[in-house]
Every structure is written in C-alpha cells, then in structure tokens.
C-alpha cells in the first residue's frame, strides 16, 4: 500500500511558478514510477508528466514541455512538479499517483496507477 499526499496547489498569476509535492508513504516508493495528472472543470483527467522509478528518466506531455519538471527523491519519498510560465488553461487539480509497473502501458495511461493521492488545486489567473 502507498499513501500519496499533494501540497503546494494555490492561486498565481499567468506566468508564475508552483511547485507542486507529493508526499509517499511506505518503504516501497522507490519501486514505483510516479506521474502527476491533472483535471480541470468539466474535463477529462489528463496527463501531465511521468518520473522513472530511478528518476534517471523523465516523461511529459506536449503542452508541458519546457515550463514543467518532474523530480523525485528516493530518501525522501517525495515526487515534486515544478510548474514555471503557468498559463491559465492550467487551472485544475492535480494528483500524483504511483504505478508499480505491472501493467503493460505507457506511463501516460492513468490505468497503470494503482495508487492515486486526494489532488492540490491549482488555479492560474489571467
């Protein structure tokens, strides 16, 4: 089992930065590749970025790249997101979840997470 716990979510303005954090519990965190998603109001969850369970290799959507960067630390059990150059198509909650790598898909296909954390919202004003 994985507990996961986002914080750092809050209101900035287009063009700002947050860095986002999720917290883990367990020993086994650093078995697991990590993603953050996200949703926005009346859409569809998406994703947003992968971290390898090393964190030697580094995954993201399109309209992130550039402006986003996914770490972890193993010794802290912490995945992060920092989000630079925000837009306010970003307004949204975000979550991270934990994919233990048992299932056959791509790191941007949210059924291979077994574990999801409650989301920090995040909100981009224009």
């Known amino acids: 089992q994985v507990q996961l716990v986002e914080s750092g979510g809050g209101l900035v303005q287009a063009g700002g930065s947050l860095r986002l954090s999720c917290a883990a519990s367990?020993?086994?965190?650093?078995?697991?590749?990590m993603g953050w998603f996200r949703q926005a109001p009346g859409k569809e969850r998406e994703y947003v970025a992968a971290i390898s369970s090393s964190g030697s290799t580094t995954y993201y959507t399109d309209s992130v790249k550039g402006r986003f960067t996914i770490s972890r630390d193993n010794a802290k059990n912490t995945v992060y997101l920092q989000m630079n150059s925000l837009k306010p198509e970003g307004t949204a909650v975000y979550y991270c979840?934990?994919?233990?790598?048992?299932?056959?898909?791509?790191?941007?296909?949210?059924?291979?997470?077994?574990?999801w954390g409650q989301g920090t919202q995040v909100t981009v004003s224009s």
């Open positions: 367990g020993r086994t965190f650093s078995r697991y590749a």
């Open positions: 979840a934990a994919n233990p790598l048992t299932l056959r898909v791509g790191l941007s296909v949210a059924d291979g997470y077994s574990y």
